[in-house]
């Protein structure tokens, strides 16, 4: 299923893009599987997604808990816990 | 209620004024958060962020009387002393509109996808989220 990806703060930094469209394979149909699908390309992804990372998502702009279940055309975002206020 | 996120300054007395004019409101509560020491960039999610602070707003009205809100957020540059956000409650008596304050700006802090890059003197670092903000919003579940 496509959906669009988008990454802020350090994870946006680590990765060296703010956005990106992915087909995902079945069996990537949660926040948490997909986490571990960007982990598993290596390199910048490894690093930006690892089990130890502090990471916080959303989909479809709303805040996501990781078992969240995606759907084709979602948007889903990765970041690091917010920091304003 | 007004919600804006926006690069530009605010004024908070004006925005005080404009959510005063009901002669049903008796208390208007607000809080500006401002840079301290380090200038910093702020990093936002467009879109999310206005929902996230609706949502908070929306959560405020129904545990407290609201009868008018304003909340303010900045992003882009800001240097030390510079505004960053304003939240103002309207509301018939004090007591709802210091805790509706509070407890939107507590979320906002949990909840609210913004975050701060300070320009130290050994180099731009990514503030990280504190514990003591988590705690803030849990005691008012």
């Given at each position: 299923m496509k959906v669009k990806v988008l990454y802020f703060a350090s994870i946006r930094e680590k990765l060296g893009r703010d956005t990106e469209e992915l087909d995902l394979p079945a069996g990537v149909a949660t926040?948490?599987?997909?986490?571990?699908?960007?982990r598993a390309r290596g390199?910048?992804?490894e690093n930006a997604f690892s089990e130890k990372a502090l990471l916080r998502s959303a989909i479809n702009q709303?805040?996501?808990?990781?078992a969240a279940a995606i759907?084709?055309?979602d948007e889903v975002a990765f970041f690091p816990p917010v920091t304003g206020g | 209620m007004k919600i804006a996120v926006q690069a530009g300054d605010f004024?908070?007395?004006?925005?005080?004024?404009?959510?005063?004019k009901d002669s049903k409101i008796g208390a208007v509560a607000s809080f500006v958060g401002l840079v301290r020491d380090v200038p910093m960039t702020l990093e936002h999610y467009p879109g999310m962020t206005e929902r996230a602070i609706a949502k908070i707003v929306d959560e405020a009205k129904a545990r407290w009387q609201v009868m008018d809100c304003t909340v303010i957020h900045r992003y882009g540059a800001l240097t030390p002393n510079d505004q960053i956000v304003l939240v103002a409650?309207?509301?018939g008596h004090r007591g709802d509109a210091f805790?509706?304050?509070e407890f939107i700006m507590d979320y906002l802090k949990t909840q609210a996808p913004f975050w701060k890059k300070e320009q130290t003197a050994e180099g731009a670092r990514w503030v990280e989220a504190k514990a003591?903000?988590?705690?803030?919003?849990?005691?008012?579940?």
């Open positions: 926040v948490a599987a997909l986490r571990n699908h960007l390199g910048n992804y709303d805040m996501a808990q990781p759907k084709p055309g | 004024d908070a007395g004006l925005e005080i004024r404009n959510i005063s409650v309207a509301s805790a509706a304050c003591v903000d988590d705690k803030a919003a849990e005691r008012w579940k």
